[in-house]
């Protein structure tokens, strides 16, 4: 059976909860999976329970010494030098414009020579990417060094808002194939990579373990209010934060759970404080997978107004509970959330918009109830952890 390693850029964090169940759902099936992190992550970003866990399966490129690294670069170089060099000149071809980028691809050449020693190590015969950015740029390299095949999976807009240098188009030609994690990501991987034939890329969901996401109905009252998400401007939280101000002005007493830190965390303070919504809003900080589920469980709506997204994982893990949810209708949030079927879409960086979709669902009892079952149903046949990771190791296997 062939040996498959991920290649991550910062792994494993608090936040890496979806790519964790992959793998973890990938070694239940028998397939054996190295993780190779090309930075050790810091102390803000992870816990030491995270770290313990996954040690034995995880190897760390850097920190390392300057000496041990021209070593292994030596090493790489010695052992197949006319690869080496087609590699080097690989890095140049898809470097940025100018001298700072072709410093930072140098840099990239560089950790791919020691992620290739790894893989050399464990005889890996397919490394993996997840989200395609400099780590996808970093595993096709160490991919071309080491003489193996390699794959990524795309997730959306930070690969694609940089598309004219992400090197979309060269990483899609050389890989063995493509996962994206909607038909919405298919497209645009089509469109950047000017492909034809949508063979290759393969869509398949990042899921949940659904056994850990016990359904309940929803109550008839609707008044904690619950998202997690990044706090940083694309994730449009202050139409969130003004759509409450204008229910709390209509008489309405709802409170807003925001789980997630970020660069925003101190701008959206201000805006409670300047809305004098302050009583009504909570920021939780970071929340691991058990405490968001906790989260849930207490919720009766779940509200995300992001700018951007993938498929959103917050959303598919209300929905998994039961909790209503109201996100906005951008690139494949609609292949999970169907609008007043398994949960309410509505215009993106509008707030008046958002507010009326909540007191929509509050008035509703029966409308919540239909939606919280319908979104159930839609998870546990399209987004279970164990059904998708079945269908991505076919694709590495065969």
């Not at 810091?42 to 920190?63: G, H, M, R, V």
């Not at 919405?184 to 990579?193: A, D, H, I, P, T």
């Not at 058990?290 to 700018?307: A, C, G, K, T, W």
Request: glycine letters at 6%; one cysteine or more; proline letters at 5%.
């Amino acid at each position: 059976m062939k040996r498959i390693a991920y290649l991550l850029h910062n792994f494993p964090g608090i936040t890496d909860t979806f790519i964790k169940r992959e793998i973890r759902s990938l070694q239940k099936t028998g397939v054996s999976v190295r993780v190779i992190s090309v930075w050790k992550p810091k102390e803000s970003q992870t816990t030491p329970a995270i770290l313990s866990e996954w040690s034995t399966d995880t190897d760390f490129i850097l920190p390392r010494s300057a000496l041990a690294v021209l070593y292994i670069l030596l090493k790489v170089f010695m052992r197949a030098p006319v690869r080496f060099m087609q590699t080097i000149y690989l890095a140049l071809q898809t470097a940025r414009p100018g001298l700072r980028g072709i410093a930072f691809q140098i840099f990239y050449f560089a950790e791919a020579a020691l992620a290739a020693d790894i893989l050399r190590k464990y005889a890996i015969d397919h490394v993996h990417n997840h989200i395609g950015d400099q780590s996808g740029t970093v595993t096709m390299l160490a991919a071309r060094l080491a003489n193996i095949e390699y794959s990524i999976t795309f997730h959306g807009w930070p690969v694609f808002f940089d598309a004219k240098y992400s090197s979309i188009k060269e990483k899609v030609g050389a890989a063995r194939f493509i996962r994206a994690i909607s038909y919405f990501c298919r497209s645009q991987l089509m469109m950047f990579s000017e492909a034809v034939d949508p063979t290759p890329f393969k869509v398949i969901h990042c899921g949940l373990s659904l056994e850990k996401y016990k359904y309940r109905p929803p109550s008839g009252q609707v008044r904690s209010l619950f998202c997690a998400a990044r706090l940083s401007p694309e994730k449009g939280l202050t139409f969130l934060i003004h759509a409450l101000k204008e229910l709390i002005d209509n008489a309405c007493d709802f409170e807003l759970r925001l789980a997630g830190n970020g660069p925003s965390l101190d701008s959206l303070k201000k805006l409670v404080a300047a809305l004098g919504v302050s009583d009504n809003v909570r920021f939780l900080g970071f929340l691991d997978e058990d405490q968001i589920i906790d989260e849930l469980q207490r919720s009766d709506l779940f509200v995300l107004p992001s700018f951007v997204e993938g498929i959103p994982v917050a959303a598919m893990e209300a929905m998994a509970i039961g909790v209503p949810v109201v996100v906005t209708n951008i690139a494949g949030t609609s292949e999970l959330v169907e609008d007043g079927k398994t949960g309410l879409l509505v215009r993106p960086s509008d707030s008046k918009t958002l507010a009326n979709a909540i007191m929509r669902i509050a008035h509703d009892h029966p409308l919540a109830l239909r939606l919280s079952e319908a979104a159930r149903r839609k998870v546990a046949e399209e987004f279970d952890v164990a059904k998708e990771a079945a269908k991505l190791r076919e694709c590495f296997l065969n």
